[in-house]
């Protein structure tokens, strides 16, 4: 999806410096709204509530166009991230019971 959308410009995919300084203020644009809800920073009373989905899906966004323009499969490296948490982690927490 996020491939088709980028492949309609001339222009492409920006440079991996360039998509991770956009990661970065993305992340800030989350880390903003989370202390505003969570933390002791309260929004001003004219500043309008912000979407903790829509932060993340930026963040996503950027993430695949990083991965996309690398020729990473993101399928493919979370189920090895997954794998490798699952072993390594076993036991590191309580389990629920069933």
């Not at 969570?38 to 166009?65: M, P, Q, W, Y």
Request: charged fraction near 35%; glycine fraction near 8%; aromatic fraction near 8%.
């Amino acid at each position: 999806m996020v491939d088709r959308w980028i492949g309609q410009y001339k222009e492409g995919y920006f440079s991996p410096l360039t998509n991770l300084a956009r990661l970065a203020e993305e992340v800030g644009e989350l880390a903003r709204e989370i202390n505003h809800r969570f933390g002791e920073k309260t929004k001003r009373k004219d500043e309008a509530e912000g979407s903790l989905a829509l932060e993340l899906a930026d963040i996503l966004f950027v993430v695949v166009c990083i991965a996309n323009s690398q020729g990473i499969d993101l399928d493919q490296a979370f189920g090895a991230m997954m794998q490798k948490v699952s072993a390594r982690d076993a036991e590191r927490w309580t389990k629920k019971e069933r």
